[in-house]
């Protein structure tokens, strides 16, 4: 009766360890899948709403700014907080880092098809090492349209692709 007793606490022991360990495998399985898919989405929106008019390579360049910045140890470390990214200037202003955030944020996209490439190009960001050799390689962590003077100091710059100037360091 005893080992009896004592086999059915391990039994139970041995099962309700694999069910705990089959539940968090699966519940953590989710939460990965859902934060991925929460970056990409993120990183989508920014390649859309910053370059949906532009060439393969703009959309890779913009892309790759992203990427970089998320690496740089400069700016936040996942996507999405350096998506909307704000910060206050010297006369106490909130500034967005992409401009889109604080002018289109909660606006849907307009064509599908520029949409569908820049989900292409999100995930492919989250699996390849780098999109785009240049801006990879200069590290390039800045850009603004051609229509557009900042007036950032020390600013290099790497390339003009379309629309875009892309910038090393400011």
């Known amino acids: ?8 606490i391990v039994s139970l022991l041995v099962y309700t360890t694999t069910l705990s360990t089959e539940f968090v495998n ?24 910053e370059s949906a008019s532009e060439s393969y390579e703009g959309k890779l360049a913009v ?23 704000k910060t206050v200037n010297r006369d106490s202003r909130t500034v967005c880092q992409f401009s889109w ?20 190009i999100a995930k492919r960001a989250l699996t390849e090492p780098f999109l785009h ?14 229509y557009v003077t900042p007036g950032w100091p020390k600013a290099r710059v790497v390339k003009k692709i379309g629309n875009h100037i892309f910038y090393s360091t400011i």
């Open 1 to 8: 009766m005893l080992r009896n007793l004592l086999l059915l």
């Open 26 to 49: 699966t519940v953590s399985k989710k939460q990965v899948s859902q934060e991925y898919n929460k970056q990409v989405e993120c990183l989508a929106k920014n390649i859309y709403w």
């Open 63 to 85: 892309a790759q700014v992203t990427m970089n910045r998320v690496n740089s140890g400069k700016f936040p470390s996942d996507i999405c907080s350096v998506v909307y990214q």
């Open 101 to 120: 955030t604080c002018l289109f944020n909660g606006k849907k996209e307009k064509d599908r098809y520029e949409w569908e490439q820049s989900l292409m």
């Open 133 to 146: 050799d240049i801006i990879a390689q200069t590290n390039a962590l800045y850009y603004h349209a051609v």
